[in-house]
């Protein structure tokens, strides 16, 4: 029997120093505990500036366009384009999504491909467990997310999920069928469903080079993931909007009979400018949230392609 081939998908962006030392681990953990298994790396450079690409070249240059695939895209289009570049893209029985920094542990490679081939489960994926050498706002940051996200979607996602993720093609072929724009890979791994397994692993640093990922951006990754899936934002602003007139109806009424039975005198200019204020926030405040879907359909109805390729070292059918 043919042995099933994995590919590695890599997204690189200014990873210029990682891109040999993350081919060099996953190729010792290759020939040291799976030395049959046939196996191969496409990275994706994603508009990178710095020689990411150059290494990249060189790299396929030593080690044959067999074992070394690379897609450029004409810019960077971000980290879920760039992984969905690479699914599109990407041959094998298996695909394995991992970081170029190393802070994926290639050395899970086995474990995974073990789960998969077992046949008992569809896909294999890592949880990272502690997060040491991260700073406490950020990992407190997002735990807090997972606890709202999964609270009002029901996606169930699982508290330390990464995208170090091995999934037999169906699975992958699952993931590039959803065609929207505004990718938030984690819900959609859920979404999709297919039997998953989870391994666990320590956090482990960066091996070269540094974060991507600002905290503006991470701001924006979870609102995206949120508004993506979750539609209890626009049900819960409404019903705020709805408790805050029957509020104001209730008060109005008060105010009205106090007047009547001369407990009050009724232009209370004041109460209402208060009132003014108070509802004309709210209206503020659903509008934002309107606006924000809209934002969304806008950008969903363009249908424009999730990534542009400039350059690639395969064919259409390779
Ligand atoms: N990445 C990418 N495009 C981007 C940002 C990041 O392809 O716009 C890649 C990056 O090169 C790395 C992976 O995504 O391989 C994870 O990025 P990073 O290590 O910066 O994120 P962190 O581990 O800090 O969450
Ligand atoms: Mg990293």
Not at 26 to 38: N, T
Not at 69 to 95: C, M, P, Q, T, W
Not at 178 to 206: A, D, H, P
Request: glycine share 8%.
């Amino acid at each position: 029997m043919a042995q099933n081939r994995t590919e590695m998908i890599i997204p690189c962006r200014d990873e210029g120093e990682c891109v040999e030392l993350v081919f060099d681990e996953i190729s010792r953990v290759f020939s040291e505990s799976l030395p049959d298994h046939p196996w191969s790396v496409l990275y994706v450079d994603d508009g990178s500036t710095d020689d990411t690409l150059p290494k990249i070249k060189a790299l396929a240059e030593k080690h044959g366009e067999d074992k070394v695939r690379y897609i450029s895209l004409a810019r960077n289009f971000g980290k879920e384009a760039a992984v969905f570049a690479g699914l599109s893209n990407a041959r094998g029985d298996y695909v394995c999504l991992m970081d170029a920094d190393l802070q994926h542990p290639p050395a899970l490679i086995p474990e995974m491909i073990q789960a998969v081939e077992s046949g008992e489960y569809d896909c294999a994926a890592a949880r990272r467990v502690s997060r040491r050498g991260e700073p406490f706002i950020r990992s407190a940051l997002s735990k807090g997310f997972y606890g709202i996200i999964n609270f009002a979607t029901g996606i169930g996602l699982v508290p330390g999920m990464t995208d170090f993720r091995l999934m037999r093609r169906e699975v992958a072929e699952a993931v590039t069928s959803l065609q929207e724009r505004e990718r938030f890979l984690k819900g959609i791994y859920s979404w999709v469903g297919f039997k998953t397994k989870w391994i666990e692993y320590e956090n482990v640093e960066r091996a070269a080079g540094s974060t991507k990922w600002s905290m503006g951006g991470l701001w924006s990754y979870a609102k995206s993931g949120y508004i993506a899936f979750a539609t209890a934002p626009l049900r819960g602003v409404i019903y705020m909007g709805m408790v805050i007139v029957l509020i104001s109806l209730i008060y109005g009424i008060y105010v009205y009979i106090q007047a009547k039975t001369g407990a009050r005198v009724w232009t209370d200019t004041l109460t209402i400018i208060l009132l003014l204020l108070f509802i004309g926030g709210t209206i503020i405040t659903i509008l934002g949230v309107i606006g924000e879907y809209l934002a969304r359909v806008y950008m969903e109805v363009k249908n424009r392609p999730i990534y542009i390729a400039k350059e690639k070292n395969f064919g259409e059918n390779s």
